[in-house]
Nanobody
Framework: QVQLVESGGGLVQPGGSLRLSCAAS????????MGWYRQAPGKQRELVAR???????TYDDSVKFRFTISRDNTKKSVYLQMNSLKSEDTAVYYC????????????WGQGTQVTVSS
C-alpha cells in the first residue's frame, strides 16, 4: 500500500517561509494529481493546493499567490513552497492524491506541523 512521508514543517514567524516535502511510494506516481491538504485544530481537513499530472496547479483562495506547489516525478515527490505565512496557516499539512471525483485515495501519512507565531 502507498506510504506518504511529509517533512519540512516547523515554527516560523508571520511573514516567513517554509518548504514542505512529501515522498510517496506509489507506482505510476506521475499519473496521479497530487494535493497538499491541511487541518487546523478544530477544523476539517481541507485541500489547499493541487497539481495535476500535466503540472497544472490550482490553489484555494486563502493561499493563492503565497503558496506554490510543484512535483518531481523522478523522485515521486511533491513540494509546497509557502511564503508570506500568516497565523491562520497554522495547521498539520498532509499530502495525498487529489483525484477530481474521489479526492484523497491513499492512507494518510503522519503530516508535518506548521506553526506561524511570533
Amino acid at each position: 500500500q502507498v506510504q506518504l512521508v511529509e517533512s519540512g514543517g516547523g515554527l516560523v514567524q508571520p511573514g516567513g517561509s517554509l518548504r514542505l516535502s512529501c515522498a510517496a511510494s506509489a507506482t505510476s506516481f506521475s499519473a496521479y494529481p497530487m494535493g497538499w491538504y491541511r487541518q487546523a485544530p478544530g477544523k476539517q481537513r481541507e485541500l489547499v493546493a493541487r497539481i495535476s499530472s500535466d503540472i497544472t496547479a490550482t490553489y484555494d483562495d486563502s493561499v493563492k499567490f503565497r503558496f506554490t506547489i510543484s512535483r518531481d516525478n523522478t523522485k515521486k515527490s511533491v513540494y509546497l513552497q509557502m511564503n508570506s505565512l500568516k497565523s491562520e496557516d497554522t495547521a498539520v499539512y498532509y499530502c495525498n492524491a487529489a483525484l477530481a471525483n474521489l479526492g484523497p485515495i491513499w492512507p494518510w501519512g503522519q503530516g508535518t506541523q506548521v506553526t506561524v507565531s511570533s
